[in-house]
């Protein structure tokens, strides 16, 4: 069992930028994620990475502007969001899965932190 604990959501200006933590207390699988659902839209998936950092995926929205870190001793992977844009003001969820399947069945959810890009 894990339990996924999001952190660092909030308000920021377009090109501004905002870091997310998850802290899971259990490492069941080989990575950890993001998610995040814009409003009134699907859940979409933001970033991924195994815990040695060996593998690493974005979705095509986000490359080049966010970067996913992990911190073993801690069981917490990091979101730094940069160059910010209206358009990334969603909830962002936290997901803990198998690298094979943690784009698009990840086992694990938090419960999301609100961020908000306003223009």
């Known amino acids: 069992q894990a339990h996924l604990t999001e952190s660092g959501g909030g308000l920021v200006h377009a090109g501004g930028s905002l870091r997310l933590s998850c802290q899971t207390s259990?490492?069941?699988?080989?990575?950890m994620g993001w998610f995040r659902q814009p409003p009134g839209q699907e859940r979409e998936f933001v970033a991924a990475?195994?815990?040695?950092?060996?593998?690493?995926y974005y979705g095509d929205p986000v490359k080049g502007r966010f970067t996913i870190s992990i911190d073993n001793g801690k069981n917490t992977v990091y979101l730094q969001m940069s160059t910010l844009k209206p358009e990334d003001t969603a909830v962002y969820f936290c997901?803990?899965?198998?690298?094979?399947?943690?784009?698009?069945?990840?086992?694990?959810w938090g419960q999301g932190t609100q961020v908000t890009v306003s223009s």
């Open positions: 990475t195994t815990w040695d950092a060996e593998t690493t």
């Open positions: 259990g490492r069941v699988f080989s990575s």
């Open positions: 997901v803990h899965a198998p690298i094979v399947q943690v784009r698009t069945r990840p086992t694990y």
